[in-house]
């Protein structure tokens, strides 16, 4: 089945600063989304990013579906930004919604 | 989006006990899923609960030991039989609407821990 990986696994940040975050996935996928989940352990929808690139506030994504990655960009890190990122793609190129998680970015901003 | 309620939020049960999990959307949705959180990892997709019929289960999950319902298109219950400690985890509701729209959204989840 779909491979997922993220990386960097763990990523420490002073509030204020950028990040990139990284999902690889192993097949073609016809959608991915990307989760936040907070310290209280609430998943919340990021992005819904078969391809290209979305914008919400101070958060943006782009999936490059041809060459199986997409990023995750913070900027202006705020400490409420901290827990865990997580991807998500279809477990099969055939399927849209029946998806698989990759293993997350626990991601801390310090102020 | 959908809003998804879920309880119990938390429970602490005895060794070789059953818990339901209940799960309620605010509105009518297509697709309902169940995902199993461990400590410190990611989310396991459980099943697909099928409104009308028979969950479809992933590899290594069984119907016996993780019965799921979904009488219509908007509750689904699970329930996990004769637990023991290694049960303990978080168990998380979600829905996707509609063949093109298929955003998942969570519920708030269930703490498990078996004692």
């Known amino acids: 089945g779909i491979q997922v990986e993220q990386s960097p696994p763990d990523l420490i940040l002073q509030e204020g600063a950028n990040s990139t975050l990284r999902c690889n996935f192993s097949d073609s996928v016809n959608n991915l989304q990307w989760f936040h989940q907070n310290p209280w352990g609430q998943l919340i929808n990021l992005f819904y990013?078969?391809?290209g690139t979305k914008q919400n506030g101070r958060l943006s994504a782009t999936t490059v579906a041809t060459e199986r990655y997409s990023l995750l960009y913070i900027s202006s890190s705020q400490t409420t930004d901290s827990g865990v990122y997580f991807c998500?793609?279809?477990?099969?190129?055939?399927?849209?919604?029946?998806?698989?998680f990759g293993p997350g970015t626990s991601l801390s901003v310090i102020p | 989006s959908a809003v998804i309620s879920q309880k119990p939020s938390r429970d602490i049960c005895q060794r070789g006990t059953s818990l339901t999990i209940q799960c309620q959307v605010d509105?009518?949705?297509?697709?309902m899923f169940w995902y199993r959180q461990q400590p410190g990892q990611s989310l396991t997709l459980i099943a697909t609960a099928n409104q009308g019929s028979e969950a479809t289960y992933e590899s290594g999950f069984v119907i016996d030991k993780f019965p799921i319902s979904r009488p219509n298109l908007t509750f689904s219950t699970l329930t996990v039989s004769n637990m023991s400690p290694e049960d303990s985890s978080i168990y998380l509701c979600?829905?996707?609407?509609?063949?093109?729209?298929?955003?998942?959204?969570f519920g708030s989840g269930t703490q498990l821990s078996v004692l």
């Open positions: 998500a793609v279809p477990k099969e190129e055939t399927s849209y919604d029946k998806v698989i």
């Open positions: 979600s829905a996707s609407g509609t063949r093109g729209d298929e955003k998942l959204f």
């Open positions: 990013i078969p391809s």
């Open positions: 509105s009518q949705v297509t697709m």
